[in-house]
């Protein structure tokens, strides 16, 4: 019990070290990693370094401190998130191009000019066109060059500078849910088949668009517009022909089980040439290559978390661990259908301020925990940070996207927090219902 409050101690230290922002994520994963496996292995009572092993004897069977901590979880569980790294790699490339190419600019304006000065329009098809960009964007580079061209549109209108940042944060996570390369990373971390992945990821994002509606036309009955920006036409400057801007939805389309039902890095790759042959066919070969290095420049960041969460997955999901943490697991996790989605509801804040249920952080850890310990179905812990995780891309003050739209907008992220936390907390209550009693998740 001892080793497992010690596990439980180092992981709250972490947690309060990144929600205070005194260490980042990249750092705190492997070194939470190498602590919980320090504190696993010597509480099993392995030995720095194992002798040699008996004649006829796996080498890789025999277990020692060294072994747990430099193979297992330094080296192997770097690369156990290789899938995801490349998923994220080529959505990163897929992001340039609609980027580079004039893409998600030409979907604003057309959805722009299609609303006119219709407020309520306006504010339904930029979101939805935010959201649409969304799909394949990624990186707070994209939210700048979105933002920068839809923002001014959506206050120019009419509607308020906090409405109209809210609804940015909203569209972004409705994109972001049907994002490929987010939809390898929830498979490959929970063990869940991509098809199963991409149909929750279709209901919640549909149930999350709804949400927004009722946002839209609850929120702007109180709305007041501070001020107006004047617009400035700027031209794109690249022609993009109205078949490109199918290029962001083009790999979901081909990953669709009742499509193609293609694996992510070839429907990414048709999502790449589509946009470069759209729109400038003749520089296929030169634009490519700026993308992929854009891209691989782009996802840098991203690599480095995925491979600290490989770190604390091997850490964490290792039988040492497991057999430590196994009864302080079972202790908290709900049992029921009622309690999984009392539990998961109640305590969705904790994905906030980079807390315990933000899977791209120290989520993970806990997540593993739990899969570990066999309580949930795979598919009942995936639908659970899945929908909760909306929580922390909307709402949560320390997201760079958050901060940049607050400062470009003269907001406060904490303002947006308070007017889009009570809906989204609504939206997480009727998806977990919804994967309980239409899903079935509670039922391995």
């Known amino acids: 019990m001892l080793s497992a409050i010690l596990i439980v101690v180092v992981f709250l230290v972490l947690a309060g070290l990144m929600m205070s922002r005194k260490i980042p994520a ?64 080529f959505g990163s490339v897929l992001s340039q191009v609609v980027m580079r190419q004039g893409i998600a600019q030409r979907i604003v304006r057309v959805a722009a000019e299609y609303a006119g000065d219709r407020k309520m329009l306006l504010a339904v098809i930029m979101t939805a066109a935010i959201a649409m960009a969304f799909v394949s964007l990624t990186g707070l580079g994209a939210v700048i060059m979105i933002g920068s061209l839809a923002l001014p549109i959506m206050i120019g209108s009419g ?68 001020f107006a920006w004047a617009l400035v036409d700027e031209p794109i400057s690249k022609t993009v ?62 690599i480095g978390l995925f491979i600290g969460i490989g770190m604390t997955l091997n850490a964490m999901m290792d039988p040492t661990t497991s057999a430590i943490m196994a009864p302080f697991i079972t202790a908290v996790l709900p049992h029921s259908t009622v309690a999984y989605i009392a539990f998961f509801t109640l305590l969705a804040p904790l994905s906030l301020y980079r807390g315990p249920f933000n899977a791209f952080g120290l989520g993970a850890g806990f997540a593993s925990l739990v899969m570990a310990s066999g309580q949930l179905p795979p598919a009942a812990v995936m639908s659970a940070f899945l929908v909760v995780g909306q929580m922390q891309g909307i709402c949560d003050p320390t997201n760079t996207h958050n901060v940049w739209i607050a400062q470009f907008t003269h907001g406060s992220t904490e303002d947006y927090l308070k007017r889009t936390l009570p809906y989204v907390w609504g939206f997480i209550l009727i998806a977990l219902i919804y994967a309980v009693a239409v899903r079935g998740v509670m039922h391995p």
């Open 26 to 89: 990249l750092l705190a994963l492997p070194i939470m990693a190498v602590a919980i496996g320090l504190i696993a292995g010597v509480s099993a009572g392995l030995p720095w370094q194992a002798g040699p092993p008996p004649e006829g004897t796996d080498p890789k069977q025999v277990r020692s401190l060294y072994q747990f901590i430099f193979e297992v979880i330094l080296t192997d569980g770097a690369a156990r998130l290789a899938k995801p790294i490349m998923f994220a790699v």
């Open 159 to 226: 509607l308020s500078p906090s409405m109209s940042a809210c609804l940015m944060l909203f569209a972004i996570s409705i994109g972001g849910v049907f994002n490929g390369a987010n939809v390898g990373f929830f498979a490959e971390l929970f063990k869940v088949d991509k098809a199963d992945v991409l149909g929750f990821a279709v209901a919640f994002g549909s149930l999350l668009a709804l949400t927004t509606l009722a946002f839209i036309f609850i929120e702007s009955r109180h709305d007041k517009k501070r």
């Open 241 to 302: 022909p109205l078949i490109a801007l199918f290029t962001p939805i083009v790999p979901i389309a081909l990953m669709l089980p009742f499509t193609l039902n293609w694996p992510i890095i070839p429907a990414f790759l048709v999502g790449i040439i589509w946009g470069l042959v759209t729109t400038e066919p003749a520089r296929l070969i030169p634009n490519l290559t700026a993308c992929i290095l854009e891209g691989l420049k782009d996802v840098s960041p991203v």
